[in-house]
């Protein structure tokens, strides 16, 4: 399945970058969760040396072709330019993805793996923040071993993102950078059972980072919502990542050619959920969401992917409950602000976010808030959690957001690793 947006040529990406206006205090800068040296890699791709632009970049970002494909580029980097000012902003996010693309195509930097003189730090989860927190960890010398409970690595950016999005072999890519410079990866390694806290630090493993993000889904609260017929967007997007991969049945799948979908919710996941029941052949799909679209939280670019492949949208729809024939589901009960009404479907995807997994409650001391998710410090170290030498960020921690915003987590948690280790080598390689 091709990229839905095309990359940059050559001559387009010099071009583009020629346009930005190199500020002096440079908004783009602030808009950027990593505080990416946005004008700096401009500056450099403006005057041909893609590699400096490259080594620059890759001092903020472990993931540079991901950022640049799934960033939400319109409320961070490119919201903030000043170029908004005319309606035209620096295409920060296809500048960003043409380096870390024409730096791998032509292998522009020879990496080796770091010397490892520090401590032995274990990563579990290999999402965004896990990947993060262990490229900067490698970087300073440490030992990192990451752990993942699927097959195959890469998290919510693997499994979770659909492949006209991001495709799976740029995550692989960037994913074996990090193998070169020295990380490990350990697959089909679930945390709760035999992979647990105590486990890893009686391996010798100083410190123990979770990134093990938030997948079980929430509840809507109707009757019918767990009747044959309804989705979880979480699985189905995974469940899809798996056919494409050829590792699982078409029948597998839970839409099928022909389905009418309703998707509940209106976030990044429900677009890649009606996006994706698009190309595996549903006929109609509707988006329903109990707010307006001035609330909805995906971003603009995905919702507008979203009404060009054909999808409907319904504001203000409120699900009251499932509608089932004979036990299975045949449409959702909603209501607005006109009345309650049916619209009739026989599939229908929840995606109104999801929670940690209630497994945390069996890690002895560690301390969580209502909701279920890990209660971390900054003080003295960034991402400490209630347990010694137990470190947490992600989706398990602040709720689920953007891959970004998972990064910038995983890299401040990683400053905390090694401000921590350094406190403490003494006492943790005693």
């Known amino acids: 399945m091709e990229e839905e947006i095309p990359s940059y040529t050559l001559a387009e990406a010099i071009s583009e970058a020629k346009r ?10 602030a808009g950027c969760p990593i505080e990416n040296d946005i004008p700096a890699f401009n500056n450099a791709l403006s005057q041909g040396n893609i590699g400096e632009a490259y080594s620059i970049i890759s001092v903020r970002s472990n993931l540079p072709a991901v950022c640049g494909r799934v960033c939400p580029h319109e409320n961070q980097c490119e919201g903030h330019c000043v170029m908004n000012r005319m309606k035209k902003p620096i295409n920060i996010g296809r500048i960003e993805r043409f380096v870390a693309d024409f730096e791998a195509d032509f292998q522009l930097t ?3 793996k770091v010397l490892k003189t520090q401590g032995k730090v274990a990563v579990v989860g290999s999402g965004p923040a896990g990947l993060s927190c262990a490229g900067d960890l490698i970087k300073k010398g440490y030992e990192v071993t990451v752990f993942e409970a699927d097959p195959d690595v890469g998290g919510v950016l693997l499994y979770g993102i659909p492949e006209f999005r991001l495709p799976k072999q740029i995550v692989r890519r960037e994913i074996a950078r990090l193998q070169t410079l020295g990380v490990t990866f350990k697959t089909d390694a679930p945390f709760g059972e035999e992979l647990t806290v105590e486990s890893l630090k009686a391996e010798g ?3 123990v980072f979770l990134a093990i993000g938030a997948s079980t889904p ?8 767990d009747a044959p017929g309804s989705v979880e967007a979480l699985d189905f997007l995974h469940k899809v990542r798996e056919f494409e991969e050829g590792t699982l049945e078409r029948c597998a799948v839970p839409i099928s050619e022909g389905d009418t979908v309703v998707v509940i919710g209106a976030g990044n996941v429900a677009m890649d959920a009606c996006r994706s029941a698009v190309r595996m052949g549903a006929k109609h799909v509707y988006v329903c969401y109990r707010r307006t679209i001035e609330f909805m939280k995906a971003a603009r670019a995905e919702y507008d992917g979203a009404v060009a492949d054909g999808v409907e949208f319904r504001w203000e729809h409120v699900p009251v409950s499932y509608v089932l024939k004979g036990g299975v589901v045949s449409g959702l009960k909603i209501k607005t602000p006109e009345g309650e009404s049916v619209i009739t479907a026989n599939k229908i995807i929840a995606a109104i976010g999801s929670s940690p997994n209630s497994m945390l409650t069996a890690i002895t001391g560690l301390t969580l808030d209502e909701g279920g998710y890990i209660k971390t410090s900054s003080d003295p170290y960034y991402g400490a959690t209630s347990v010694e030498g137990l470190f947490a960020a992600g989706d398990v921690v602040h709720h689920p957001k953007t891959v970004v915003m998972a990064m910038r987590e995983g890299k401040k948690a990683a400053s905390g690793i090694d401000a921590y280790y350094q406190a403490h080598k003494e006492t943790v390689t005693a």
Do not use: H, S, T, Y
Not at 20 to 29: F, I, N, S, T
């Open 218 to 225: 929430n509840k809507i609260g109707v009757p019918g919502e």
């Open 110 to 112: 020879k990496l080796k």
């Open 205 to 207: 493993f100083d410190a």
């Open 20 to 29: 930005c206006l190199k500020c002096k205090v440079p908004q783009c800068r």
